[in-house]
């Protein structure tokens, strides 16, 4: 048993003898950075069988941010996939001792999440809810309950908490050391005191830069892949290659007190969100009391850490802390200044979205970033590695891990303004209400369409999305335009239920301008596209196809919507948060010989939406083109005027009323919108958010990437097989066709609450027969039916083949905090 965490010697910093090893000329993998997340990538390459595995690390292993973390091991995420990730982590960490013979720490304490008000209870309600879909074990217990893990914890402000039985704690170092021993155990050759100066790079024909290797004060080393754990130094390697590795670090404070009576090392790690509180025992009852505020410092280093930097710490900012340190002492009574032994300030890597970043960057081979915690790097980085091992050797994800895909970022998200204003409150978010439909605060105003004008102008609230200000509501006149959270209704509801009902019974105008969108062209286009897309793209010029792309594993990449402009030239439509991750896909699969070209022409056309019963009464006033469905039927494109303002017209629907999407040049589309809205007047047109359109395309049962889509499901289970030409080859053809031939094993469903009150947003339980079966992946209460509806995959525990029968007769229950709700299924709810 390891009792190294007393009060007089936390942080604790391990000491460790590497074996000395000559620094080769060439290796399989380098692994940059000797921290948590370092060695546990060495771990599992080696536990992989990967041999020729060299580890570089430019100070002594778990120096750097390891080694002052706090420790805590939470294994409940946001998601399915990053809960397994933590999952992950701490089976890894309770078997490292026997599997190494090197003690980790690893303490199965428990976590307990305090809840100081009623808001606050109802998430906890809703996390409870999930974990145990998530196969994590959680129990909502009272006020008084709470105060049974620490006799000095004042319960009289609570309204309850969570216990988590299977949470615990390590010995940051000890841990690190831990993997660093079954690396080595496994043939992996580690090197301390060698500092990276550089990647070994190339740019092929496509664009795509090659990582072949590193550079070193010691020397060159060519790999086959690089690995880079640094966490807060990979950014700065990064831009010396001209490649985008969004992390930026900010202080990150916690105090260390004396013994105090009543603590064990048993006593759980310990959050109170409200507050930005956490704390945790040390072995001889010690504690740390730790914090994430609302807003935080960056660390004011420019573009890179100073070197060195190792075994350092920050100094002590007790000003910064005063506020944290009082609602420790009201939380945990009888605890006063003069218990505190030791400030600490470590610095801690921090990216744009809170969530950490993996894979390998736009554009990019031979690199994959491992990184980017958030302060949660302990909790995460067994887990991550043993993913990110799995996607190198499968060439793609093994499980959804979108969310962390550091293809998610742009290159603006990069820039040090951007992140310094971004990671100071992303560092708070850990502890912040999980209100649906968040947005974040800082960092606003980077991309607008050219209609945001009109949008302030019509009182429109925003939101963002991949930098874009992008309205989500429009408050009525006299009312301003704030974002009023809740997990019941929230203040924007009814400003987007009438903004729906205009687009049911009339007519409304949208602005889907954030569409990223792409040409693509060449003498190799149309083989390129129907090699990645799952639909047949081969069709006459000006139309349009729904597909899906697809990799290996027969799941999705993406879905998007091709529009052929010429025999070899064709237009592409895809959600906003996939630019990137979808221009990388292209590309890397682009021939060598120059045949393609793509060009991204997302910032120079807007898209114009005009959708309801009416739109082509009100189109019709603005040209001679006649829309009836024998002369511009669905999924065509054409070029037309309205008004003299070129543009593509587009006969699709994302809303499911008949209308057309507008793609115009930027600097037209405000007098595009100006034209519109004075020929809808008559008709009642107004303008309609991103909420209420959510809302349609759920009411239609219509899937969104990033929701229902992802690269954990097939287009079968998606209920997208008619978007499939089987007639010709395309990627993961082979798996899919299998798949059809034996079942499949969970379907999308979308199911419509029995009751008209309760309000889904999404991420809630659903039981089937009594059963946890899966969770919904999108949700909105639906003004048309005045009843929430839900989208979601589920399964039998058996995994067994699905029919459409089977689901047709099975009972459907959805879980909202502590109850559950009845719920039908339906092909679509309008």
Avoid at 271 to 283: C, E, Q, T, W
Avoid at 530 to 555: E, H, S
Avoid at 632 to 646: A, W
Wanted: charged share 20%; glycine share 10%.
């Amino acid at each position: 048993m390891s009792v190294q965490t007393l009060h007089d010697n936390t942080p604790v910093r391990a000491s460790f003898e590497v074996p000395h090893s000559d620094l080769p000329k060439s290796a399989r993998v380098v692994i940059v950075g000797g921290g948590i997340a370092g060695t546990a990538a060495a771990y599992h390459f080696a536990r992989a069988r990967w041999t020729d595995v060299h580890l570089l690390e430019q100070s002594k292993l778990a120096s750097g941010t390891t080694w002052h973390s706090a420790g805590q091991v939470g294994q409940l995420r946001a998601s399915s996939a990053q809960t397994k990730v933590n999952k992950a982590s701490a089976e890894l960490f309770a078997r490292l001792k026997e599997e190494t013979g090197h003690d980790p720490g690893w303490l199965q304490c428990g976590g307990l999440q305090l809840a100081s008000c009623e808001e606050r209870l109802l998430q906890l309600q809703r996390n409870a809810a999930m974990a145990e879909v998530f196969g994590v074990e959680a129990r909502v217990i009272s006020a008084e309950e709470c105060r049974s893990f620490y006799p000095m914890l004042h319960t009289e402000d609570l309204t309850g908490g969570v216990y988590l039985p299977g949470d615990g704690r390590v010995l940051p170092g000890e841990c690190t050391l831990a993997l660093a021993t079954g690396a080595m155990q496994g043939g992996v050759k580690i090197h301390e005191g060698v500092r990276i100066t550089g990647l070994i790079h190339s740019t092929d024909r496509r664009g795509i830069k090659r990582i072949s290797g590193v550079t070193t004060d010691q020397g060159e080393i060519a790999a086959e892949w690089v690995v880079l754990a640094g966490n807060m130094w990979m950014r700065q390697i990064g831009l010396a290659a001209g490649i985008d590795i969004p992390v930026y670090p900010c202080e990150h404070h916690y105090v260390v007190t004396r013994p105090i009576e009543g603590v064990t090392r048993n006593s759980p790690c310990t959050r109170d969100p409200n507050a930005g509180l956490y704390f945790r025992a040390l072995d001889d009852g010690g504690m740390k009391l730790g914090a994430f505020k609302k807003r935080s410092k960056p660390w004011q280093i420019g573009d890179a850490v100073p070197h060195p930097f190792a075994f350092d710490l920050l100094e002590p900012d007790w000003e910064d802390f005063e506020e944290p340190l009082a609602a420790h002492f009201h939380r945990l009574r009888g605890i006063t200044r003069e218990d505190i032994v030791k400030f600490v300030n470590g610095p801690e890597a921090f990216t744009p979205d809170n969530n950490f970043i993996m894979g390998q960057p736009h554009a990019t081979e031979g690199l994959f970033v491992l990184g980017g915690w958030n302060s949660a790097g302990i909790a995460c980085s067994g887990g991550a590695a043993k993913y990110a091992v799995e996607w190198i050797e499968n060439g793609g994800m093994t499980l959804d891990l979108a969310s962390v895909d550091i293809r998610r970022f742009l290159p603006f998200q990069n820039g040090r303004k951007y992140l310094q204003e971004r990671v100071s409150e992303v560092l708070g978010l850990h502890y912040q209400m999980a209100w649906p439909n968040r947005q974040m605060e800082t960092a606003r105003g980077i991309r607008a369409s050219g209609l945001y004008d009109k949008h302030v102008a019509a009182n429109a609230l925003f939101g963002e999305t991949a930098g874009w200000e992008r309205p989500l509501a429009y408050a009525p006149a006299g009312v301003r335009p704030e974002m009023g959270y809740s997990f019941l209704r929230q203040n924007w509801q009814p400003w987007a239920a009438e903004e729906v009902t205009a687009c049911r019974t009339g007519v409304a105008l949208l602005d889907q301008s954030t569409f990223a969108k792409f040409e693509l062209a060449g003498p190799g286009a149309l083989r390129l596209l129907q090699y990645v897309c799952g639909g047949n793209v081969d069709v006459p010029i000006g139309k349009t196809v729904y597909t899906g792309l697809f990799n290996a594993k027969g799941t999705f990449e993406s879905d998007l919507t091709v529009i052929r402009t010429g025999d070899e030239s064709f237009y592409i439509v895809t959600a906003t948060a996939q630019q990137s991750r979808d221009a990388d896909w292209l590309l890397r699969h682009f021939p060598e010989d120059g045949s393609v070209v793509l060009r991204d022409i997302t910032e120079e056309r807007n898209v114009v939406s005009v959708m309801g019963p009416k739109a082509f009464e009100v189109l019709g006033m603005l040209t001679d083109v006649s829309f009836a469905d024998e002369d511009f039927p669905f999924g065509t494109s054409r070029v037309i005027e309205l008004k003299g303002i070129p543009l593509r017209a587009v006969r699709i629907s994302y809303v499911g009323e008949p209308g057309l999407e507008l793609h115009v040049a930027k600097p037209f589309a405000g007098v595009l919108w100006e034209r519109l809205m004075e020929a809808g007047e008559p008709h009642g047109i107004r303008p309609a958010g991103t909420q209420a359109i959510n809302t349609m395309r759920i009411e239609k049962a219509f899937r969104a990437y990033g929701h229902e889509l992802s690269p954990a499901e097939t287009p079968l289970e998606a209920g997208l097989a008619f978007a499939i030409d089987w007639s010709k080859d395309f990627l993961g053809k082979e798996v899919l066709l299998k798949q059809k031939a034996e079942g499949v094993r969970q379907r999308l469903v979308c199911l419509v609450l029995e009751e008209a009150e309760p309000n889904l947003w999404g991420g809630e339980p659903i039981f089937w027969d009594g059963e946890p079966a899966g969770y919904t992946t999108s949700a909105a209460w639906s003004p048309t039916i005045g009843r929430s509806i839900a989208l979601g995959y589920v399964k039998r525990p058996d995994k067994r083949v699905l029919s459409p029968a089977a689901i047709k007769e099975g009972a459907f229950e959805i879980g909202l905090f502590d109850k559950r709700h009845a719920a039908r299924v339906v092909t679509r709810a309008v």
